[in-house]
């Protein structure tokens, strides 16, 4: 019900949101929730909100974000990602819920221009490092590139007991990202060979969005910060990163030892958006 509520993980949304600035030129959001067999990018310029979820309370069906879209901004999208494909979508996705229960929080006027980038589900997660190193030139020019999904995200295994909770295998998978991500983002694949990995990530829709800020962070020599951390259901982390913005409020100081400070500006993020319900 995070896309409704005020707690830490969307107060860090918020001081992400603040700490941009004046309000960026738009932002290119990739959710876990545009998975797909294809790269392709939102192209019109009014994109519709959408309610991609089940069994959640009326007050989250009525939510809209109303943000503009960018065909300006999808076409830079193209040219960025070159040379690989990706196709325009002028009317079939919109802004999913992966995206919106974040953006209400980060930028609530709803008045920047968004585009989402759809996650290929056939490409391997090299793939989708190499397109984050070439979103990064976007954030040179006023974009900021959201990514939001979760690095722990197994429904099959949620321990509605443990509320704030999280089983041994999904901490140290956990904390096992974050390592690679200060380590070295650029082979954050090797991932996929960790004993846990198959556990906190099942499916790869919602792991993939680390992907792009990992290549973000490679092509521009940054180490990414933790904003918000944490755990929830014994099997969800709720972890997010940023590039070139200091430490979040959201961070348990404990769990944040050895992170170092993030670079220069033009932000990036990756939020846990599992908890946007």
């Known amino acids: 019900m995070n896309a409704l509520e005020r707690n830490r993980f969307t107060e860090a949304w918020r001081a992400f949101g603040a700490a941009a600035g004046s309000p960026p030129r738009a932002v290119v959001a990739v959710s876990a929730h545009w998975f797909v067999n294809a790269t392709a990018v939102t192209a019109m310029a009014r994109p519709r909100t959408i309610h991609d979820f089940y069994g959640f309370p009326d007050e989250l069906f009525a939510v809209e974000y109303p943000a503009p879209g960018s065909p300006e901004v999808a076409a830079e999208v193209v040219d ?21 229960s974040v953006l209400v ?64 295998w999904a901490r140290r998978f956990d904390e096992a990202a974050r390592r690679q991500l200060v380590d070295d983002p650029s082979a954050l694949a090797t991932l996929a060979a960790h004993p846990d990995f198959p556990r906190a990530a099942p499916t790869p829709d919602h792991f993939l969005p680390l992907a792009y800020l990992a290549g973000m962070a490679a092509a521009d020599g940054e180490a990414p910060e933790v904003l918000v951390d944490g755990y929830a259901y014994g099997s969800l982390s709720m972890a997010g990163y940023t590039l070139g913005l200091p430490a979040g409020p959201g961070r348990r100081s404990s769990d944040a030892e050895g992170v170092p400070a993030a670079g220069l500006p033009d932000p990036s993020m990756v939020p846990a958006d599992e908890t946007n319900l």
């Open 80 to 100: 960025a990602l070159a040379p690989h494909w990706v196709g325009l979508d002028h009317d079939s996705w919109g802004i999913d819920h992966g995206t919106w």
């Open 105 to 168: 929080h980060a930028f609530p006027a709803a008045d920047v221009p968004v585009v989402q980038l759809s996650v290929h589900a056939a490409q391997p997660i090299d793939y989708h490092v190499d397109l984050g190193t070439k979103l990064a030139a976007l954030r040179r020019s006023g974009i900021v590139v959201v990514a939001s999904g979760n690095i722990v995200h197994n429904l099959g295994r949620i321990d509605w007991s443990r509320p704030e909770g999280a089983f041994d």
